[in-house]
């Protein structure tokens, strides 16, 4: 069994930052790619962020593209996406999901563990 829990979500202002970290732990596989997703309301989810189990990789959904990074920390099986020049329409709740590759990718059914997502709401 593999947990993701997603933390850093809240309330923040137009052009501000946050920080969600996703904390994987359980029976881990040995390498992992992580991404990150989220989801509006009435709207179907969607990629923001991947990363590879060595960092060397990353990728973007052109809508965060120069406004968040992700990166990693193997040691702490923890993975971060960095949000600045938030928008309102960032507005979501914000998923973590690993697959059993060390490759990332931006695809949903890539992965194989998913969070619980954390709201984050942008307020204009």
């Known amino acids: 069994q593999v947990q993701l829990v997603e933390s850093g979500g809240g309330l923040v202002q137009a052009g501000g930052s946050l920080r969600l970290s996703c904390a994987v732990s359980?029976?881990?596989?040995?390498?992992?790619?992580v991404g990150w997703f989220r989801q509006a309301p009435g709207k179907e989810r969607e990629f923001v962020a991947a990363?590879?189990?060595?960092?060397?990789?990353?990728y973007y959904a052109d809508s965060v593209k120069g406004r968040f990074t992700i990166s990693r920390d193997n040691a702490k099986n923890t993975v971060v996406l960095q949000m600045n020049s938030l928008a309102p329409e960032d507005t979501a709740v914000y998923y973590c999901a690993a697959r059993r590759e060390v490759t990332a990718s931006s695809r949903e059914y890539d992965y194989d563990y998913w969070g619980q997502g954390t709201q984050v709401t942008v307020s204009s």
């Open positions: 359980g029976r881990l596989f040995s390498r992992y790619g």
């Open positions: 990363i590879s189990w060595t960092g060397t990789s990353t």
